[in-house]
């Protein structure tokens, strides 16, 4: 079965300070990686994906996250964060490949605010 | 080249009616996934229509039901409202490309609150 935890519901940082949102995954194949960001009122948008190729995942608005199979994380992360980063961030487990895709499993979010 | 696309917005309606929300997905994808975003909670899996038949379901009742038309469309039914089924309905679609793990891409969703 596949499930995500994210570790925190709620991240506060100040604008230009780094940026650390956790997540650990179980997932009984090789999986699929994602994490998606929701603003409100608006749809969710993917960050950055990992498929079994590099580790290190760069994704959009300078976010990046690292595959640890031994550890069985993928946390996000952005250096330097912006005002325009608050929002509700989610951390994804996709089972499959093929007919399977699209079922994804969500973690139940965290939420990012970012003081000035 | 327009996103996914959902019908209504928002809607209210009472305990035993029946909904239907659309759907239309991004332009050149064929496949739809329907989730349900309880208050405070990450989208859970509903079902996906794939070739106008529904090709995977989450753990959801009978209450609630799907379509796919040619056009790739879709519409997601619930009957019998309860309660417990205030939630933003979201959809979302994607090209199905075999192995090749795609992108889902979500619509803005639809705000059903049942009273």
């Known amino acids: 079965a596949q499930s995500v935890t994210q570790l925190d519901s709620h991240v506060s940082v100040s604008e230009g300070t780094p940026v650390l949102l956790r997540c650990n995954y179980s997932?009984?194949?090789?999986?699929?990686l994602f994490w998606y960001v929701q603003h409100p009122n608006k749809g969710l948008q993917l960050l950055l994906k990992?498929?079994?190729?590099?580790?290190l995942v760069k994704g959009i608005n300078g976010f990046e996250a690292e595959f640890k199979k031994s550890e069985t994380s993928f946390h996000l992360t952005k250096p330097s964060a912006h005002m325009s980063d608050a929002a509700e961030y989610f951390c994804?487990?996709?089972?499959?490949?093929?007919?399977?895709?699209?079922?994804?499993?969500f973690g139940r979010g965290t939420q990012l605010t970012v003081w000035p | 080249d327009a996103g996914v696309t959902q019908s209504p917005t928002h809607l209210i309606k009472t305990r035993g009616q029946q909904v239907t929300l659309r759907c239309s997905p991004k332009?050149?994808?064929?496949?739809v996934s329907w989730y349900q975003q309880a208050l405070g909670q990450g989208p859970q899996f509903i079902f996906q229509?794939?070739?106008?038949?529904?090709?995977q379901r989450g753990n959801f009742p009978d209450r609630f039901s799907g379509h796919q038309f040619p056009n790739y469309s879709s519409e997601l039914n619930v009957n019998a409202l309860l309660l417990g089924d205030s939630a933003l309905y979201l959809c979302?679609?994607?090209?199905?490309?075999?192995?090749?793990?795609?992108?889902?891409?979500f619509g803005e969703g639809s705000r059903l609150t049942v009273l």
């Open positions: 990992y498929t079994s190729a590099a580790t």
């Open positions: 229509y794939y070739e106008e038949e529904e090709r």
């Open positions: 332009s050149g994808h064929d496949t």
């Open positions: 979302a679609s994607s090209l199905n490309q075999g192995n090749i793990p795609g992108e889902l891409f």
């Open positions: 994804v487990v996709s089972e499959g490949r093929g007919s399977t895709l699209g079922r994804l499993y």
């Open positions: 997932s009984s194949y090789s999986p699929s």
